[in-house]
């Protein structure tokens, strides 16, 4: 099993990146996807969550409005639109996938222990 993620990069505040998280070795029958962030010195934080059952998604707060989550099953990828970033969008941002799902993906998006598998992650940097 292995998620690898791509897309990150250097962009200025108000710009746009879509981050890719590519899995093989599973199907995405009945996945949870999610997407979280790790800045220096602070918390892993759930950003967004897919869950294939229903593709129902969610979102942290402080992104909503701004980040898109979607998953082409074809391709076993869900990608991460991440618009109007930030300066505090800064961190290295992870995928990382539970399967099978035994909770809401709501529940996913706030507890990463759940996941069975994560990336490497990609680094994220928005310039002020």
């Known amino acids: 099993v292995q998620l690898v993620e791509s897309g990150g990069g250097l962009v200025q505040t108000g710009g746009s990146l879509r981050l890719s998280c590519a899995a093989s070795?599973?199907?995405?029958?009945?996945?949870?996807i999610g997407w979280f962030r790790q800045a220096p010195g602070k918390e892993r934080e759930g950003v967004s969550c897919?869950?294939?059952?229903?593709?129902?998604?969610y979102y942290v707060d402080s992104v909503k409005g701004r980040f898109t989550i979607s998953s082409d099953n074809a391709k076993n990828t869900v990608y991460l639109q991440v618009n109007s970033l930030k300066p505090e969008d800064t961190a290295v941002y992870y995928c990382?996938?539970?399967?099978?799902?035994?909770?809401?993906?709501?529940?996913?998006?706030?507890?990463?222990?759940?996941?069975?598998?994560w990336g490497q992650g990609t680094q994220v940097t928005v310039s002020s």
């Open positions: 070795g599973f199907t995405f029958d009945d996945v949870a």
């Open positions: 990382a996938a539970a399967t099978p799902t035994l909770y809401s993906g709501r529940w996913y998006l706030t507890h990463p222990r759940e996941y069975n598998y």
């Open positions: 897919i869950t294939s059952s229903d593709d129902s998604t």
